[in-house]
């Protein structure tokens, strides 16, 4: 099968193979690596949650298992469309750049870019203005894959909205629910659960008087 971005497939290889070796392996190894600065983000968040209200929190824990869910998601599409990686269908393409998978891992979507749109996506329900960190992240991680040779553009391009619908629509409807179980488990007194939780947010004492009122 001939889909109608082979072309451009090929055009992005072929710039791949020409890029200075620094670039190239820079490619190589942030196409996996870059997932790891959204797990440092997840942990960050949930860490800094631990002293917001119930709710923050609820999202800052859902942000990683809606990021599951549409991996999850993305898994069973592959198992339904079952196309043929790129490194393997186009003829006349760069060799790629990573190892091309085997076969029966199939191309579409990538789980790359589906995990990096998902990530992006529930990082900015933690935080707003991470999004002008996760976004660009989000579209570099899609891009490395075709960038090394193992995905089509529209691999990645479907991943990165399939990620991200899947993970804001999980965080949506799991808020609510979440944030009653922050606020149960934040009641307890079991030390390893109001750890996990943290204390919530500071309450601010009111200040004294210091005169009477005539």
Same mark, same amino acid.
């Given at each position: 099968?001939?889909?109608?971005?082979?072309?451009?497939?090929?055009? &992005?290889?072929?710039?791949?193979?020409?890029?200075?070796? *620094?670039?190239?392996?820079?490619?190589?190894?942030?196409?996996?690596?870059?997932?790891?600065?959204?797990?440092?983000?997840?942990?960050?968040? *949930?860490?800094?949650?631990?002293?917001?209200?119930?709710?923050?929190?609820? &999202?800052?824990?859902?942000? #990683?298992? +809606?990021?599951?869910?549409?991996?999850?998601?993305?898994?069973?599409?592959?198992?339904?469309?079952?196309?043929?990686?790129?490194?393997?269908?186009?003829?006349?393409?760069? #060799?790629?750049?990573?190892?091309? #998978?085997?076969?029966?891992? *199939?191309?579409?979507?990538?789980?790359? +870019?589906?995990? +990096?749109?998902?990530?992006?996506?529930?990082?900015?329900?933690?935080?707003?203005?991470?999004?002008?960190?996760?976004?660009?992240?989000?579209?570099?991680?899609?891009?490395?894959?075709?960038?090394?040779?193992?995905?089509?553009?529209?691999?990645?391009?479907?991943?990165?909205?399939?990620?991200?619908?899947?993970?804001?629509?999980?965080?949506?409807?799991?808020?609510?629910?979440?944030?009653?179980?922050?606020?149960?488990?934040?009641?307890?007194?079991?030390?390893?659960?109001? *750890?996990?939780?943290? #204390?919530?947010?500071?309450?601010?004492?009111?200040?004294? +008087?210091?005169?009477?009122?005539?």
């Amino acid at each position: 099968m001939d889909f109608v971005d082979s072309g451009l497939y090929r055009d &992005i290889t072929d710039h791949a193979h020409d890029a200075p070796a *620094w670039l190239r392996h820079t490619a190589e190894i942030g196409t996996e690596a870059g997932l790891l600065v959204f797990v440092a983000l997840f942990a960050l968040g *949930w860490w800094r949650a631990r002293r917001s209200d119930s709710r923050a929190f609820a &999202i800052a824990v859902l942000a #990683p298992l +809606a990021t599951a869910v549409a991996y999850i998601c993305s898994e069973v599409l592959k198992s339904v469309v079952t196309e043929e990686r790129p490194c393997r269908a186009v003829t006349g393409a760069a #060799p790629s750049l990573a190892e091309c #998978p085997p076969y029966g891992d *199939w191309s579409f979507p990538s789980n790359h +870019a589906t995990i +990096a749109g998902a990530s992006a996506a529930a990082l900015v329900l933690v935080r707003r203005t991470l999004v002008w960190l996760t976004a660009p992240l989000a579209v570099l991680a899609a891009f490395s894959r075709v960038f090394v040779g193992v995905h089509y553009p529209h691999d990645v391009a479907a991943g990165l909205l399939l990620g991200a619908a899947v993970a804001l629509t999980v965080v949506a409807l799991a808020t609510g629910p979440a944030t009653r179980l922050t606020e149960a488990v934040r009641g307890s007194t079991a030390p390893v659960s109001r *750890w996990i939780t943290g #204390p919530g947010p500071r309450s601010v004492a009111l200040p004294h +008087a210091s005169h009477r009122r005539p």
